[in-house]
Each structure stands twice: as structure tokens, then as C-alpha cells.
């Protein structure tokens, strides 16, 4: 991957509803070629899916999330990759990742409820085999999600820089 590559997954990573011209123009490319280049990097599978960042608590869904972490058992041959493959046909899990220290897995879980969470942990995911361990953790309140910070600023207020 070029280095023209990498910066148009960095401006669609920051706002995927640039325009092939407001790209072009920050890339200094054609529209035409960056039309050519994201195609070819959806075909790619470098670019899996384009989202939104939503306050859930400004839309009022009145949802939990949680942070699950998992430890497990890895399998003969196929390492941890079936016990994510299994883990992530979920609905409830949002995101699933490997991870070092003393957990194997973290997981991001939604559900309408905390007791809909703690059931779907104690139901669905402690008891599958491998499972060793979970340890649940509610999350209060999101302060930045995927690189777009939720604090309110008054008009011309500067938010203090700290080194």
C-alpha cells in the first residue's frame, strides 16, 4: 500500500461522507482516480464498512453497553479463531478483539438493559466451552468514540492543552 492509499484511508476514516472531490482535492488526485483507488480498496477488503458515530445518550435509546472480557482456552490447530468466529455471529457483541495481559478477549456488548447484558453473559457466553472466565464491566458514560470526542464546547471556549 502507497503512501496516497494510506492517506485517503486516513480522510475517509475521519469523515467517510467526503466526496471523491473533497478527497481528490485533500489527496491532490483526480476524483476519477480516487474513485478508482477506494473501489479498488473496498474490492480489497481494506475498507470493510463505512459508519456513524452516534451518541446514544443525546438519541435518548436509553441502551447499555458493556466491556466483557474473556479468558479462554485457545483450540488444537485453529488457536483462538473459532472461539471468535463463534463469538462474534452474536448480535449483542459490537466489537471483538484478541488482547494481551491477563484476558484473552475483550468484547463490546450492547443490550436495552443491564439485566439483558448480565443474562446474555451468563447465558450465552460463560457457559460456551473454552470459556474459562469473564469479567463484565458497565460502561457509565462515553466520552470519545472512534477518534470523535462528545464534550460540548461553548462558542470560542478552548479546551485546555496539556503536554
Known amino acids: 500500500m502507497d503512501e496516497t492509499d494510506r492517506l485517503l484511508l486516513c480522510l475517509l476514516e475521519e469523515n467517510s461522507r467526503l466526496s471523491h472531490e473533497e478527497l481528490g482535492v485533500m489527496a491532490e488526485l483526480s476524483p476519477d482516480k480516487v474513485k478508482r483507488r477506494v473501489a479498488a480498496l473496498e474490492e480489497e477488503k481494506i475498507i ?3 459508519t456513524t458515530v452516534i451518541d446514544w445518550d443525546r438519541a435518548a435509546n436509553g441502551g447499555v453497553a458493556a466491556i466483557i472480557e474473556l479468558k479462554v482456552n485457545p483450540e488444537r490447530d485453529h488457536g483462538y479463531d473459532r472461539i471468535a468466529e463463534r463469538l462474534s455471529n452474536f448480535r449483542e457483541v459490537r466489537s471483538l478483539r484478541l488482547v494481551t495481559g491477563v484476558y484473552d478477549f ?8 443491564m439485566q439483558e447484558v448480565a443474562r446474555f453473559v451468563s ?9 474459562r472466565e469473564t469479567a463484565t464491566h458497565i460502561i457509565m458514560k462515553t466520552y470519545k468514540e472512534n477518534g470523535q470526542a462528545f464534550f460540548e464546547k461553548e462558542a470560542g471556549e478552548r479546551i485546555p492543552y496539556s503536554p
Open 123 to 131: 447465558e450465552y457466553i460463560a457457559p460456551m466451552d473454552r470459556i
Open 106 to 113: 475483550e468484547l463490546t456488548v450492547t443490550g436495552r438493559t
Open 48 to 50: 470493510r464498512s463505512y
